[in-house]
């Protein structure tokens, strides 16, 4: 398992968190910020309303900040195993992957993100 984390997330979530940010990235129903110095910045500033991270970073150990700040915050996160995975279906150019994205808006698909987020909060021992 690499630094950055904290519990593994079963596949089944998982398979919800990429149907969840297709929903908001590629059919519009939100917004968010992609990769790991922008989801940096929007949690540190409190905006973030979820964070997602890929698992399979390399080097792992950039992503360390990302949790502990979420921590902090109060912000739910998941993990996904897959960057690739992530930036495709946040809706990203082929073969564009992301470590990271913080959804900061949703116009939609309410009952995935309360579903993804206790989810999260379970995994996480909250």
Known sequence: ???????????????????FVKKVGKEGNGRFKKGMNEVIKVCER???KLVVMAENVDPS???MPIPLICKERGIPFIYVSDQGYLGEAAGLPEGRPTSAIAITEL???A????????????LAGN
């Not at 690499?2 to 998982?14: G, L, M, N, R």
């Not at 009952?111 to 379970?122: G, H, P, Y």
């Open 1 to 19: 398992m690499s630094v950055h984390i904290d519990f593994e997330t079963p596949a089944d979530v998982q398979d919800k968190v990429y149907e």
């Open 46 to 48: 409190g905006a973030a």
């Open 61 to 63: 150990e950039m992503m």
């Open 107 to 109: 116009d939609g698909a």
């Open 111 to 122: 009952d995935e993100f309360k579903s993804i987020v206790t989810s999260a909060n379970e």
